[in-house]
């Protein structure tokens, strides 16, 4: 059941909510505050494809001919912007940023308006593992579940409903557990038995010829081999929303490419390194900082602690 406050107090609880866990997921993770773009020029290989299929909105400015396009998100320019404040090992970047994305089919979970808090950390060539990411997962679970206790705190009404600890499983892991469903089945019941699941290895294909999900090939780092041979430096923060009684995506975040990971990832779709982009040549040079980063939802977030059933009741969009 979701809260019971008025529209106006509503507004001021979701104010309450990012102030707070922007500020201290910054102090946990070393994060910097940048401005982020609305836009990016549409050849400049800045912008993300997310799945590989979808296109984003284009436009042209009344006084030149460039085309422009609203960006999906800014997991690429986040990397270059890595480099270019020359940011010190082990901190990183957090921006607001603001998407449109016409081609996402509206729910009550998705709307065609993406906000989220987009970071990205400068990392070792030692913290390329397993053990790094499900670090890097804890911190960000400590903030999500810290914000939900200063939330209590502050209004009565809330009662913290998540678990002390996130568990970690594989895609293929939960393949193996529940044959014959599909992916997001598998994902509605392991999240409804634990409350808090990270899903790793999202993108590359399991051991039924099919991945768990798409991901685009060129920053989340999918193909990398782990233990027991399983891949996937990458993957999903889930957590139980009771009043849709379904898992809810608060964050998508990995260990971003490197040369090889890059090179391998665009064989797998049968892609080529696109050499107009500055971004991809980086990458292949080695120029470019390692990096881990993601994106996690503003309005998710919101609408799972306020325990709200739909998202646009966090955004107002029409």
Known sequence: ????????????????????????????????????????????????????????????????????????????????????????????????????????????????????????????????????????????????????????????????????????????DLLQRYPGISAKEREHRITKEYGAVFIIGIGGNLSDGTPHDSRATDYDDWSTFTINNYHGLNGDILLWHEPLQSALEISSMGIRVDAQALLYQQECHKRKIQHTSNFHQQIVNGTLPLSIGGGIGQSRLCMFLLQKEDIRSMQYVY
Request: aromatic fraction near 10%; charged fraction near 25%.
């Open 1 to 172: 059941m979701s809260i019971c406050i008025s529209d106006l107090q509503t507004e001021a609880t979701i104010q309450f909510i990012k102030q707070n866990f922007s500020r201290h997921l910054s102090d946990r993770l070393r994060l910097h505050p940048v401005f982020a773009p609305l836009y990016v020029p549409h050849h400049s290989g800045l912008n993300d494809d997310l799945n590989n299929r979808e296109s984003p909105v284009t436009f042209r400015t009344r006084n030149s001919n460039d085309l422009y396009a609203i960006v999906h998100s800014l997991a690429k320019w986040k990397r270059i912007r890595l480099k270019e404040l020359d940011i010190p090992m082990h901190e990183g970047i957090i921006t607001n940023m603001i998407a449109i994305r016409t081609e996402e089919q509206r729910s009550v979970i998705h709307s065609n308006l993406v906000d989220q808090w987009d970071w990205e950390l400068v990392i070792d060539k030692k913290d390329r593992c397993l053990d790094f990411l499900e670090s890097t997962v804890e911190h960000i679970y400590n903030e999500i579940y810290n914000t939900a206790n200063i939330l209590e705190a502050a209004y009565p009404q809330y009662k913290n409903r998540l678990p002390e600890h996130i568990m970690f499983w594989h895609s293929e």
